[in-house]
């Protein structure tokens, strides 16, 4: 089971990070990513990493302003989100899944969302 935490009310340009925290299973060596979907928008790729922490990718529109990074002691992936848009605002979701995948439906593992709202 997945769950994200971290979200909340934020003015732009400020910073939020996001944790998901892993139990019942460690997801061995899956990729583990973050998604994002703004109301009445398709489910939208964040960012991702490999198990060792080695590989990250992420979506141009937050390139330079997120990082994503993990803990696999403490079997936690965390989203550091910082210059804020409201552009950004969207409910936000981990997932795990087997492929360096941008695409949602490549996931098999999905923690419930975390609200990130971000005020002008």
């Known amino acids: 089971q997945l769950q994200a935490s971290g979200g909340g009310l934020v003015q732009a340009g400020g910073s939020l990070r996001l944790s998901c925290t892993a139990s019942g299973a460690t997801y061995g060596t899956y990729y583990r990513g973050w998604f994002r979907q703004a109301p009445g928008k398709d489910c939208d790729f964040v960012a991702l990493i490999n198990w060792r922490g080695t590989y990250t990718a992420y979506a141009d529109s937050v390139k330079g302003r997120f990082t994503i990074s993990r803990d696999n002691a403490k079997n936690t992936v965390d989203l550091q989100m910082n210059s804020l848009k409201p552009e950004d605002t969207a409910v936000y979701y981990c997932?795990?899944?087997?492929?360096?995948?941008?695409?949602?439906?490549?996931?098999?593992?999905w923690g419930q969302g975390t609200q990130v709202t971000v005020s002008s």
């Open positions: 997932a795990a899944g087997p492929n360096p995948s941008v695409q949602p439906n490549q996931y098999a593992y």
